[in-house]
Nanobody
């Protein structure tokens, strides 16, 4: 059974930082690309970042490019999203995603609220 469990969200002031974590199980983690998405209130879910291998290709959305770093630890079956210089508009539920055999699996999400 595929499971993705996110953590690390919370309330942070503008300009602050957060590190999100996603721990995966139920599949061969080091074989698949992992991604982060987010969904703000009243908006569609949008891509944030993805990573294939620890030292390999990473892709970022324009909205967080330069302010975020995606990384993974295959020994821990975990993927991380370090976010810096957070803005009010980064407030959203952040989701971890993996696509296996053409099907997308999502975690339950972790809430990030940026507010003073």
């Amino acid at each position: 059974q595929v499971q993705l469990v996110e953590s690390g969200g919370g309330l942070v002031q503008p300009g602050g930082s957060l590190r999100l974590s996603c721990v995966a199980s139920g599949f061969t983690f080091n074989t698949y690309a992992m991604s982060w998405y987010r969904q703000a209130p009243g908006k569609e879910r949008e891509f944030v970042a993805s990573i294939i291998n620890p030292g390999g290709s990473r892709v970022y959305s324009d909205s967080l490019k330069g302010r975020s770093t995606i990384s993974r630890d295959n020994a821990k079956n975990a993927v991380y999203l370090q976010m810096n210089s957070l803005r009010d508009e980064d407030t959203a539920v952040y989701y971890c995603r993996v696509v296996l055999w053409g099907r997308a699996y999502w975690g339950q999400g972790t809430q990030v609220t940026v507010s003073s």
